[in-house]
């Protein structure tokens, strides 16, 4: 195509461009509550603006205005409304693709990503905003900040299958309801734990063969010296054991739909055999006749079933897959994940009959607060399981659960472990480097000379602070300070640790440790 030839999208009304144009280009921010003491709120959604743009604005207790997703834009639309949330909480500023963010001097508390905000700016970048961001604030309201397309006022409603009201779980409803329309066989690719029956039950329920059967296979359950005669059916005699001739699952979904799930696991020698079926919509029985099958095929499979050189035939690939759906990691829906845990754990906590624990109008403010910082937990993990590892997290949340929710040891250390985003990568919006020697001796002398404290403070990570900690002149860590020195000056201060702390220039925490590692039983240090 010549230059003269290249399409001007400018004339095109906006609503049509957006499907045209590359999905970046028209990137917003938003901003999705991931936790709200009023859990109906939780998934409402705001537009902070084009990510490409500059400008400022404020987050807290009045604005923004958030919203269901179909509803964005409309006098539907509402603050946080949050007592704990201060009137002007964060300051977020846009700046042409990245984001920074501050918390206002006085303001409630706040963390980005488990970082707690200072005074000083942090820099968000468009790469960590397109994974999303976990901003809490003041342990009450709990927000994902990421990017995506403003959602559509007109989009496909929830069906009650699948949950989630995000921009990919509303273009899948969509594709869904236009595939099963179609009458096509479909095949579904995603990740393990992703949803796939799900989606195979949608198409289903949306197509005019819903009133028919539903067959569900497993393929990889199938021993395959059997499958023939599963998928088949078998004629009397037709083996040791065959008794009675028996209808296979082709047979079985006759006027519904068959699906085929982990097809990829599909013994070769069956492959020529299902192949045909799906050509001529034709089987025979194990020993027995040809009959024709009225039968929509719906296939599902994790596997990479299309690489060069694997054992699965490409034509069958190719006769499965007439219409294709690619199922999204949670990981790349995380503005649904609060919905979907909300859900299991109402579920869950209902079947045992502690309902009551959850989050209502009359849970008390510490209570919240540990809900609230459960969902920041989950929102930064990146679920490798998807929805299946979720469901069966929030089941170990309510079985931990009595007075209070807990969380169990082993999974409260894989979900830290293996965060959304490593806080390591949150770049200050001043580097370290910017910062004089003074000013990190004062930083250090307001938080007690806490090294988090002061990390926190100055917007930087501990390992780089202790980094500049060993060039800084005049600067000792308590490991430094000779053992003379500690005891002379704890004796000055008949033993207040505090006091001697800070005539130390170290941390009350750092004088403990060093005491307890030099004199054991602290030997009438104290």
């Known amino acids: 195509m010549s230059t003269s030839d290249t399409l001007d999208t400018r004339s095109i009304p906006s609503d049509l461009r957006a499907r045209l144009v590359p999905e970046t280009e028209n990137d917003q ?71 920074s963010l501050l918390r206002k001097s ?149 006027g519904g739909t068959l699906f085929l799930d982990e097809v990829g696991d599909t013994p070769a020698e069956v492959q020529p055999q299902l192949l045909r079926a799906l050509q001529q919509r034709e089987v025979q029985q194990v020993g027995g006749p040809v009959s024709r099958v009225d039968v929509r095929v719906v296939s599902a499979t994790d596997a990479d079933i299309d690489r060069p050189g694997g054992s699965f035939r490409a034509a069958l690939l190719h006769r499965l897959g007439a219409a294709e759906l690619s199922l999204p990691p949670l990981r790349e829906r ?67 659960s009595d007075e209070q929710p807990t969380l169990p040891p082993g999974l409260f250390q894989r979900i830290r472990q293996t965060p959304m985003s490593d806080v390591e990568d949150i770049a200050p919006v001043r580097p370290l480097t910017d910062y004089s020697d003074e000013e990190i001796k004062s930083a250090l002398r307001q938080c007690e000379f806490e090294i988090a404290a002061t990390s926190r403070q100055l917007g930087v990570t501990r390992s780089a602070l202790y980094r500049r900690l060993e060039k800084t002149p005049g600067i000792r860590l308590p490991v430094e300070i000779p053992i003379e020195e500690i005891r002379e000056t704890l004796a000055r201060y008949d033993g207040d640790e505090q006091a001697a702390a800070r005539q130390l220039c170290i941390s009350c925490s750092g004088l403990r440790g060093r005491i307890g590692r030099e004199v054991p039983g602290n030997g009438g240090l104290r």
């Open 106 to 254: 006085g303001s409630s508390r706040a963390q980005v990503d488990g970082l707690e905000l200072g005074e000083e700016a942090v820099l968000i970048s468009a790469e960590q905003l397109r994974r999303g961001i976990a901003l809490s604030l003041s342990h009450s309201v709990v927000l994902l900040l990421h990017t995506g397309r403003v959602p559509c006022q007109q989009s496909a409603p929830e069906d009650g299958l699948m949950l989630g009201r995000g921009q990919s779980m509303q273009a899948l409803r969509e594709q869904i309801q236009r595939v099963a329309r179609a009458q096509v066989d479909v095949l579904i690719r995603g990740e393990t734990g992703t949803g796939k029956e799900l989606v195979a039950r949608a198409l289903h329920a949306a197509s005019q063969r819903c009133a028919g059967p539903l067959i569900v296979v497993n393929m990889a359950a199938i021993p395959p010296g059997l499958a023939a005669a599963m998928l088949f059916g078998a004629a009397r005699g037709a083996f040791t054991g065959a008794e009675r001739s028996r209808e296979g699952y082709f047979q079985a979904a006759h």
């Open 334 to 400: 995380r503005e649904d994940l609060a919905t979907l845990l909300c859900h299991f754990l109402k579920r869950e906590l209902d079947k045992l009959g502690r309902g009551g624990l959850f989050q209502s109008k009359s849970t008390s403010v510490a209570t919240t607060a540990l809900w609230a910082q459960l969902f920041h937990y989950f929102v930064r993990y990146d679920w490798p399981g998807n929805v299946r590892e979720l469901e069966n997290a929030a089941t170990a949340v309510a079985l931990a």
């Open 29 to 99: 921010l938003l901003a999705t509550i991931v936790f709200h003491p009023e859990l109906e709120r939780i998934g409402e959604v705001s537009c902070l603006g084009a990510l490409s743009s500059h400008h400022r604005l404020n987050l807290g207790r009045l604005e923004p205005h958030f919203a269901p997703s179909e509803c964005v834009g409309t006098e539907w639309a509402r603050p946080l409304a949050e007592d704990y949330v201060s009137r002007e909480a964060v300051d977020l500023v846009l700046r042409g693709g990245d984001v």
